[in-house]
């Protein structure tokens, strides 16, 4: 059997998944991006493959992509995350819905991309000038109420009421406001509830940008944020489809474009 890897070094977490020639996913890995982010991209692949019982020599394609993507020199091919995510959130998504628009937040942007009914981007756009819409900004508000990110949904779903409204459009200003709403002896769960819908409000104005089509796919690591998926979806009034693992959508895409490559320059 021979196996593909799509390597996403984000600005955040690097993402590594590996398939085999049916598509199937064999196994992923996920480690944060660091200072050193060719160093732990090879040390990550590395520790995937031995934790697989694979070896180099098995890997017969390589596709990277991402932030990082130009400092990943072995890789046989670079692509653009905006491709990568739209190949891999249809695959994904194969025999359940097929996804018009894609919503991804990650570490310090966010993105709003439509694809066409053959998966082909056909608009998109993106937010990068402000950490307020971004994982980053969960992982301020997480630090300043001494809650793990991880744990931003549980807190969510407990919270009473309307959720407080968070205006700053900055996230230095918004850490300054959440500070003062936990002087103002706010709970941390309605805190929290208002960051999501603040960030909820932001994203939508975004996907407006390129036309809201069902079905609506959210990926990165944020969507593995229950209690972020529920604002987004009261927001828009609508249903939005969460893959099993979120956060390497765009690392799939790539292997599935490492395996296309592949099977194209052995019939050429
Ligand atoms: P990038 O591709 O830009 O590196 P990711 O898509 O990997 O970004 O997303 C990173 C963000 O995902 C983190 O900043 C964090 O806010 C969020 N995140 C990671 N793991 C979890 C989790 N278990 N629950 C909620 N949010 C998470």
Do not use: W
């Amino acid at each position: 059997m021979r196996y593909f890897v799509g390597i996403d070094i984000g600005s955040t977490a690097i993402k590594i998944a590996i398939i085999d020639e049916n598509d199937d996913l064999v196994g992923y890995k996920i480690s944060a991006s660091g200072s050193m982010f060719y160093k732990y991209a090879k040390e990550t692949l590395a520790d995937l493959l031995r934790s697989l019982d694979l070896t180099e020599k098995q890997i017969v394609y390589t596709v990277a992509t991402g932030y990082g993507r130009k400092l990943f020199k072995e890789a046989n091919e670079k692509i653009s995350e905006i491709t990568a995510n739209a190949i891999g959130a249809r695959a994904a998504a194969k025999g359940e819905c097929e996804i018009r628009t894609i919503i991804n937040i990650g570490g310090q942007d966010s993105k709003a991309i439509s694809i066409d009914n053959e998966g082909n981007v056909v608009n998109f756009a993106m937010n990068d000038r402000c950490a307020a819409g971004t994982g980053k900004f969960l992982d301020v508000v997480a630090m300043n109420l001494e809650i793990g990110v991880d744990e931003l949904g549980k807190y969510h779903f407990m919270s009473q009421g309307t959720p407080l409204s968070i205006n700053s459009t900055c996230a230095v200003f918004a850490e300054s406001e959440i500070i003062g709403l936990l002087g103002n002896n706010h709970s941390i769960e309605d805190i929290v509830a208002g960051v999501h819908y603040s960030i909820a409000k932001r994203i939508i104005k975004l996907v407006k940008r390129v036309g809201i089509k069902d079905a609506i796919y959210f990926d990165g690591g944020p969507a593995l944020n229950e209690g972020l998926v529920n604002a987004i979806e009261n927001e828009l009034s609508k249903e939005i489809y969460i893959p099993k693992h979120p956060q390497i959508t765009t690392a799939f895409g790539a292997a599935i474009l490492a395996r296309e490559s592949y099977g194209y320059l052995q019939n050429s």
